[in-house]
């Protein structure tokens, strides 16, 4: 089946596609929304409103503009481990993006349980109707077993590719069942290590990003995979993978295989 198929995001019930778009890398507000009508409708934007953030803030204006609100999820993505200021920027992100609600509220980075304040705070939005679930960005796999016990994460960004593949035995066998959380992948190029020569054999050619991509979403774990692009082009290259579908039992030897040299071990 081609990753051209929606999937549901845990128990959020949310339909989304597969590929995810991340607003840090500075691809043009045309690219995102290019990306948005070919299904991509999973984004995430930061609450520091500046930079390149804002072709992604242009982009979710004009999609709603068009009365195409309803198909878009929003995951507003805040660094504050602060109650006040998690408030303060998430506030003040909706504002500039022309947004009621958020679907997500992401709290990152937490490298172990977020103080019950930061919590509170984000449960506080909840009520408020300004989110719709809250989620956890982290790169410590053991957590998130830990807080999905809790039951009030709905989503949660994991660290994972073919070179950190901790996640496919500390984290996703305990994230089952009809009330898991939705699972959303990030780093699939391991910040681009997995894109380059170095400590491949002579001869050895290095992974493209669609087989980064491919590798994280042939994982029945994962909802989403988070992509990045800087460009129309890359994102056009990127938007290649959903006409494709799970790596190949050939494919995965050689992706793991690289990862394995990558990773160093």
């Known amino acids: 089946m081609p990753f051209s198929t929606p999937a549901t995001l845990g128990r959020t019930n949310i339909m989304v596609g597969r590929l995810g778009i991340s607003s840090s890398f500075g691809a043009p ?32 204006r004009n999609i709603t503009a068009a009365s195409k609100r309803d198909d878009l999820v929003v995951g507003m993505l805040t660094y504050a481990h602060h109650a006040w200021l998690t408030e303060h920027f998430f506030v003040k992100g909706l504002q500039a993006a ?7 509220l992401l709290l990152g980075y937490f490298p172990k349980r977020p103080p019950q304040k930061v919590i509170d705070g984000a449960l506080k939005l909840k009520q408020k109707g300004l989110v719709r679930f809250i989620g956890l960005t982290s790169h410590n796999r053991k957590l998130f077993p830990e807080l999905a016990e809790e039951g009030l994460f709905d989503v949660f960004h994991i660290r994972y590719n ?6 496919e035995t500390k984290t996703f066998p305990h994230l089952t069942g009809d009330d898991r959380p939705g699972v959303v992948g990030f780093t699939a190029t391991d ?7 170095r400590k491949l054999p002579p001869g050895e050619r290095p992974l493209t990003a669609a087989e980064c991509y491919r590798f994280v979403l042939s994982h029945p774990a994962v909802d989403v995979c988070m992509m990045g692009a800087k460009t129309m082009d ?7 993978v959903l006409e494709q579908g799970p790596l190949t039992a050939e494919e995965m030897e050689r992706v793991r295989k690289i990862g394995k040299l990558v990773y160093g071990k």
């Open 29 to 60: 507000a045309a690219a995102y929304e290019e990306a948005f009508e070919r299904g991509c409708n999973y984004i995430t934007w930061g609450t520091f409103i500046r930079g390149r953030s804002g072709a992604m803030r242009a982009a979710i």
């Open 98 to 104: 022309g947004l009621e609600y958020a679907d997500v």
């Open 162 to 167: 073919a070179a950190q593949r901790g996640a």
């Open 191 to 197: 910040w681009r290590k997995l894109l380059g020569k």
């Open 234 to 240: 890359q994102m056009r290259e990127n938007l290649a």
